[in-house]
């Protein structure tokens, strides 16, 4: 029976490079997929793109693919992401030349298109999951839009002989789905196997995640040599079931608890969640360990997708101004409260049009909300001062007002930082999957 | 008894809602999180994030309760003004209930 090595080289846009080395030496993958396209980093891209129109692919594209692509062309492992983000195309293009640089030939490298349906949206119909309006009522600057693609046109490129996929927008779990779809010859109505296929692509998408990252509490679940922790990988059966597991050597720890957590992470009904090819169900799924650091998942399931796609609008929202200053010792939650109430004042007086401002001490209440304790033993605070504006001028002000604190503040206040920025906002609604056309484009070294 | 003493838990963002995973590390310990963890009494020790209406879903296979968390990203992750916009906090926030009668 046919086993098929699939691995993480990335959970995120920001994410190490070395631990997908590792993993591509010594993990024997079949496959090794990098994730690199939050929900507002395809809005940030197009961004890129507009200033300049070969840009807006994943910034460290070009270190990844140099990093990992000597290695996988050796082992034969073929590479899936969506580093191609706003503009796979380039991302393709850029990715070829490397791979000539680098002296490697016989490279099949596959563009998947399609995602961007900005100029297909009607306004007028599109209808916002977040506010129930439609687009046109919503009334913002939209930057971009862009659906979220199934597994089929990466099936379609493996089938292709793509030796390396690069997408913008997919559903993520779908990037890991689509080589199990492909090399285990599932159908695209065997519901429970699609269901499997992206359980499996849920538990590896967030990389570190699932081997000891975002995890470590000292003393109550601790991970051995954690700033080495190894990337995962999933050694996937014919019938969808898998070990998650990672490379020996490394750090972390693949463990019971490890893959509980990251099966429930940014899920909402674990019955039903939906993705283009399925709705996969993962509340009956199992989770054993077999050996250290090797976890049986089976269990999974799905039933029949929806039909529709889940689209990402990114538009320009506001601008958030913010700063922060440092108080320590007798009085500290008093003379930071002073100093807020200060900040305050200072741009009423001077018309700075804040639509929202939210004022937090940072180490008294800035994460869990209202501290109700004694302040007397708070050693030191960290005023917070973070306003959203309509332009960036006025948010620059925030800082502005937070830094001239040191001369014009309570008494012995340190350390100020401030930045203003854009904001791009994200809201979602649906379209019907006929109306999208992936397209794939082959290139060869 | 706080709940961080029998259970794990971890935090996930989707736009304005908040999902905070609770895992007992025994899975004997999981008939008492899904009688004394209603999604009122969660909603009551997490006022002030949990501002919206809060769902559970039980996997009792796997020790664990799914708290899903309506508006309780000050807004959404990408235009909350929150530090923590994510909200990757608040699994410490739930790790802190303390189990009534226990």
Redo the contacts between chains.
């Keep these: 029976m046919k086993t098929l090595r699939i691995g993480t080289g990335a959970g995120f846009a920001g994410d190490r490079i070395e631990p997908a080395v590792e993993l591509a030496q010594n993990g024997n993958l079949d496959y090794l997929v990098f994730e690199c396209l939050a ?2 980093t395809i809005a940030l891209a197009q961004q890129a793109r507009m200033a300049d129109p070969n840009a807006g692919y994943d910034p460290l594209l070009e270190r990844r693919m140099r990093a990992v692509l000597p290695i996988c062309h050796r082992n034969k492992t073929r590479i899936i992401s969506n580093m191609g983000a706003a503009n796979p195309v380039m991302a393709g293009q850029r990715t070829l030349e490397i791979a000539r640089e680098l002296g490697l030939t016989g490279l099949r490298i596959a563009v998947v298109c399609g995602d961007d349906v900005h100029n297909q949206l009607d306004a007028n119909t599109f209808t916002l999951m ?1 506010t129930g309006e439609t687009l046109a009522a919503f009334n913002k600057p939209v930057i971009s839009a862009n659906a979220y693609l199934g597994a089929g046109p990466i099936v379609d490129a493996l089938a292709n002989g793509a030796d390396i996929v690069l997408t913008g927008r997919v559903a993520d779990p779908a990037m890991f789905l689509a080589p199990q779809i492909y090399e285990f010859g599932w159908s695209m109505d065997d519901w429970q196997k699609l269901g499997r296929g992206t359980l499996v692509g849920h538990l590896l998408e967030c990389g570190g995640q699932i081997t000891g990252g ?2 470590a ?1 000292p003393g ?2 601790d991970v051995p040599d954690i700033a080495r922790l190894g990337f995962p990988l999933a050694e996937v059966s014919e019938n969808g079931d898998a070990i998650i597991t990672k490379t020996p050597g490394t750090g972390g720890i693949v463990s019971v ?1 490890t893959c ?12 039903c969640y939906l993705q283009p090819d399925v709705i996969a169900d ?6 054993k360990q077999v050996a250290p650091n090797r976890i049986a998942i089976t269990g999974g399931s799905g039933h029949a997708r929806t039909g529709t796609l889940k689209v990402s609008v990114g538009y320009v ?2 601008f ?1 101004g913010e700063g922060q200053i440092s108080y320590a010792g007798v009085g500290c939650v008093a003379r930071g409260r002073l100093a807020l109430d200060i900040v305050r004042e200072r741009l009423k007086i001077t018309a700075v049009d804040c639509q ?3 004022c ?1 001490l ?1 180490g008294l209440d ?5 501290y109700t304790g004694d302040i007397a033993t708070i050693p030191e605070i960290r005023a ?1 001062f ?3 504006t309509s332009s960036l001028a006025d948010a620059q002000r925030i800082g502005e007002e937070v830094e001239s604190l040191y001369l014009n503040g309570p008494a012995a206040g340190g350390g100020v930082t401030r930045s203003a920025r854009q ?4 809201v ?1 609604g649906l379209i019907d999957e006929t109306l999208i056309t992936p397209t794939l484009t082959m290139l060869e070294v | 008894m706080r709940l961080h003493q029998i259970a794990h838990c971890r935090t996930g963002d989707k736009g304005n809602i908040s999902n905070i995973s609770v895992i007992a590390y025994d899975n004997r310990d999981f008939a008492m999180l899904a009688d004394l963890l209603t999604p009122a009494y969660v909603k009551q020790c997490l006022v002030g994030i949990a501002n919206g209406a809060v769902e559970r879903y039980e996997l009792p296979q796997l020790g664990a309760l799914n708290f899903v968390l309506h508006n309780a990203l000050g807004g959404g992750v990408t235009r909350s003004l929150a530090l923590d916009a994510h909200g990757k906090c608040l699994a410490s926030a739930m790790l802190e209930i303390e189990m009534p009668g226990r």
């Design positions: 929900e507002r977040e975002y995890f509490d109550v679940k608890a509980t957590e990251q099966l429930l992470y940014e899920v909402h009904n674990p019955a993962f509340s009956g799924v199992m989770i929202d506001s958030i929202e401002i939210r937090d940072i800035a994460v869990l909300g209202a917070r973070t306003a959203r904001i791009v906002g994200i979602s």
